[in-house]
């Protein structure tokens, strides 16, 4: 209905809202990013409903950084983990995973060169494992990707498995398009990149879940931005507001 009866629907909504929250008190607090001064300033603060971007030039390691979260939110801390790769291979990112499970080069695991050793180790590792780490690839030549495909994955992840992932994490961002259908053009990136973000928030806040998404900047002049004094932080910037904490 278009318009709702407030005193028609109470009861209702009491009960949701009930239940909800019981869901919401047994779940896992997500408090950490596994990087000493990032965990320092979050400061033991629950990151589920929040949306964390980390921004940076090609090839700095920013997928890197986004599959070292994953791996240690799944198999340090027990939580259940969807990374939705939007650039590279399905098999890229699984290699990668799984290279950094025992501690090897990316190179190696793909040439197939583990040893029976690593392998044993490796089944002795995984009993301890208490979290759970799901990859979906997308396609390079497919249809573009938009914000509605990432919600539709989280719900079908909960069709699944029975609940919402706990962290999910979107490599790259600047590969989404938004919600909205709309036809954005190239004057209208940076109104593009802001409304992919909100979707993404909304994300996590409907989901109760921490979104971690990568982002691919263009710097031409790298001195120039590794001089603090020339760099905005999320507070300078009008349209961070509601979108951080």
């Given at each position: 209905?278009?318009?709702?009866?407030?005193?028609?629907?109470?009861?209702?909504?009491?009960?949701?809202?009930?239940?909800?929250?019981?869901?919401?008190?047994?779940?896992?607090?997500?408090?950490?990013?596994?990087?000493?001064?990032?965990?320092?300033?979050?400061?033991?603060?629950?990151?589920?409903?929040?949306?964390?971007?980390?921004?940076?030039?090609?090839?700095v390691g920013k997928s890197h950084l986004a599959r070292?979260?994953?791996?240690?939110?799944?198999?340090?801390?027990?939580?259940?983990?969807?990374?939705?790769?939007?650039?590279?291979?399905?098999?890229?990112?699984?290699?990668?995973?799984?290279?950094?499970?025992?501690?090897?080069?990316?190179?190696?695991?793909?040439?197939?060169?583990?040893?029976?050793?690593?392998?044993?180790?490796?089944?002795?590792?995984?009993?301890?494992?208490?979290?759970?780490?799901?990859?979906?690839?997308?396609?390079?030549?497919?249809?573009?990707?938009?914000?509605?495909?990432?919600?539709?994955?989280?719900?079908?992840?909960?069709?699944?498995?029975?609940?919402?992932?706990?962290?999910?994490?979107?490599?790259?961002?600047?590969?989404?398009?938004?919600?909205?259908?709309?036809?954005?053009?190239?004057?209208?990136?940076?109104?593009?990149?802001?409304?992919?973000?909100?979707?993404?928030?909304?994300?996590?806040?409907?989901?109760?879940?921490?979104?971690?998404?990568?982002?691919?900047?263009?710097?031409?002049?790298?001195?120039?931005?590794?001089?603090?004094?020339?760099?905005?932080?999320?507070?300078?910037?009008?349209?961070?507001?509601?979108?951080?904490?």
């Open positions: 209905d278009e318009f709702v009866d407030v005193a028609g629907t109470f009861e209702n909504r009491a009960r949701d809202n009930k239940k909800r929250r019981e869901i919401t008190s047994n779940q896992r607090a997500v408090t950490r990013f596994y990087i000493d001064e990032l965990d320092n300033r979050n400061n033991g603060r629950n990151l589920r409903g929040q949306l964390t971007v980390f921004l940076a030039m090609s090839g070292y979260i994953g791996k240690c939110a799944a198999y340090d801390d027990g939580l259940d983990v969807l990374h939705l790769q939007l650039e590279g291979s399905e098999a890229e990112v699984l290699d990668a995973y799984s290279a950094s499970l025992v501690g090897m080069q990316t190179y190696e695991y793909e040439c197939g060169r583990v040893n029976e050793h690593t392998i044993e180790s490796f089944r002795k590792q995984m009993v301890q494992y208490a979290g759970t780490l799901k990859v979906k690839a997308y396609p390079a030549f497919g249809k573009e990707i938009s914000t509605i495909d990432v919600r539709n994955d989280a719900e079908n992840y909960k069709k699944k498995y029975g609940h919402y992932p706990s962290v999910l994490i979107v490599d790259s961002l600047d590969l989404l398009t938004d919600a909205s259908g709309r036809v954005w053009g190239p004057k209208d990136i940076r109104h593009k990149r802001i409304a992919v973000a909100q979707d993404l928030k909304k994300i996590a806040q409907d989901l109760n879940c921490w979104v971690l998404a990568t982002y691919q900047a263009t710097i031409e002049d790298t001195e120039w931005v590794n001089n603090e004094k020339n760099v905005l932080n999320g507070y300078n910037l009008s349209e961070a507001k509601g979108m951080q904490r």
